[in-house]
């Protein structure tokens, strides 16, 4: 709504207030509700002086989630599933309607759901599994590109991880969002705001409505990490969760254990 002429322009950046990410190599700062000229009052007082004493700061796991959120909002609009990719992300579409009493438009929004959140985690887990192992990937991966990524995937397949990465999107995806999926996820640097991303990325990133026919719920760690404590006693006992989903309940229960066996072995 701002005229285009210099002097609208320069009134505008004064007044208007902005939401900034700032990425100053490991200085990130997400800014809301300041107009620029606090923005770059900020990056003189606070910022430069971080990068001077190589303070390291990262985006919060809230600004994280609330970005994929609408990234994945975004693939499922406009992803491309014929019936055998449908087919193929839900593994067998009788059963998951049988088991959801889904109709077919229903599962439609499921399996673009799934499809959207497979590409996510595909690419997250890459981008986590880089940064413990870089040379797992010769040469750049930007500008990213579907061969770039498929020559990728097939690295990690190589070592395993075939429960993430067996399903093949990619062919869904149209470039556009590819690229920024990726480059969403590349300079967010997730590895930085790692713990629990998986259980929290899949809870909080499903719509609604579709959480509610999958009957998905989250298990937040700090509930899992009390039942942990009530439940184990010793760090030999054995932990049983057939329904763990991300694992969250099992990463407490290990914790717990791992605690326990350094206390007996004193």
Known sequence: RVQPTEQAIRSSIRSEISTVLIDAGEVKEELRERPFPGVIDFLKTVVFRRLEKREKTYYSMSLVISLLQEQVSDLMRDINLEEKALL????????????GHLDPKQLENVARFLASYILLSQILF?????????????????PITHHKL????????????????????????ADDFLKDTFTLIWGLEVERVRHDLPGRIFHELMPTEIRKMMAAFYTRPQAADILANLTIERSGETVFDPACGSGTILVSAYKRKRTLFYVEHK
Do not use: C, Q, W
């Open 88 to 99: 193929h992300v839900i593994t067998d579409k009788k059963l998951l309607m049988d088991l």
């Open 150 to 173: 498929r020559n990728a995937f097939a690295k990690v397949l190589e070592i395993n991880y075939r429960p993430i990465f067996s399903i093949d999107v990619l062919d869904s995806i």
């Open 126 to 142: 890459l981008r986590l599994l880089v940064s413990a192992r870089p040379d797992l990937i010769t040469g750049s991966l930007t």
